[in-house]
C-alpha cells in the first residue's frame, strides 16, 4: 500500500503543477461560496482552515469570512506533529512569514492558542489534500498531520463531552479522481466540497 500511495502522489503531484492558475482562482471562489453557504460552516463557532500552498483551493475569502462571521479562526503549526494554533485577524494572517512550502505559517515562539486548550472545542476543520475520490477517500501529503490531528481532536471532544467537529475537505476538479490508495487509518472527511 506504501508503494501504491507514494506513486499515486507522485502521479497526482505531476497533474496538479498543470493546472493554471486562472482556473485554480476561478474554482477557489466557486468552492468558497458552496462552503460558506454549507450548514457546517454556518453551524459553526470555531474553524480550524488550512493555509494554502500555491496550487491549492485559495483559502483567504474563506479566512476573512470567518472573522467577518466572529468566529473563532485555527491554522496548521507544523512540526513533528500538526498543531492548529488561533489566529485573530488578517492582520494577524498577512504577518505570517511563508514556510518552504510557500504556506504562510505561525511560529511556535509565538505562544498562540493551541486548539487543544480551546475550552469551547472545535466546531469545524476544513482541510486540503492531494486527492479525493467519488467513496469519499481523502489521500495527503504523506506525512500523516490531518489523520493523527483528526484523530486527537475526536478524542479531545469524546473526553470533553463534546461533539466532535465537523470535516469538510475542499478540492479542485483535478483532484477529484475515480480511485484513490487509501488504508485503515485513512480518515474520511464528512464533506468535501468541489466545483462541480
Request: charged share 25%; glycine share 6%; proline share 7%.
Amino acid at each position: 500500500m506504501l508503494a501504491a500511495k507514494k506513486a499515486f502522489r507522485k502521479e497526482m503531484k505531476a497533474i496538479l503543477k498543470k493546472v493554471p492558475q486562472q482556473l485554480i482562482d476561478t474554482e477557489s471562489q466557486i468552492i468558497t461560496k458552496k462552503l460558506l453557504s454549507h450548514p457546517a460552516y454556518l453551524a459553526s463557532k470555531s474553524v480550524s482552515v488550512f493555509l494554502n500552498m500555491p496550487g491549492e483551493v485559495e483559502t483567504i475569502g474563506i479566512l476573512q469570512d470567518i472573522f467577518a462571521s466572529g468566529k473563532d479562526c485555527f491554522v496548521p503549526m507544523c512540526g513533528d506533529k500538526m498543531d492548529m494554533v488561533q489566529l485573530k485577524s488578517m492582520d494577524d494572517f498577512y504577518s505570517l512569514q511563508k514556510n518552504s512550502w510557500g504556506i504562510p505559517e505561525p511560529l511556535p515562539a509565538e505562544n498562540r492558542l493551541n486548539v487543544e486548550d480551546y475550552k469551547e472545542g472545535l466546531s469545524l476543520v476544513i482541510m486540503p489534500g492531494l486527492a479525493f475520490d467519488k467513496q469519499g477517500s481523502r489521500i495527503g501529503y504523506g506525512k500523516g498531520y490531518y489523520d493523527k490531528f483528526l484523530s486527537r481532536s475526536f478524542e479531545l471532544a469524546r473526553k470533553n463531552g463534546q461533539p466532535k467537529p465537523n470535516t469538510i475537505a475542499i478540492c479542485l476538479s483535478a483532484q477529484m479522481v475515480d480511485l484513490v490508495p487509501t488504508a485503515d487509518y485513512d480518515i474520511k472527511p464528512d464533506y468535501i466540497i468541489t466545483p462541480q
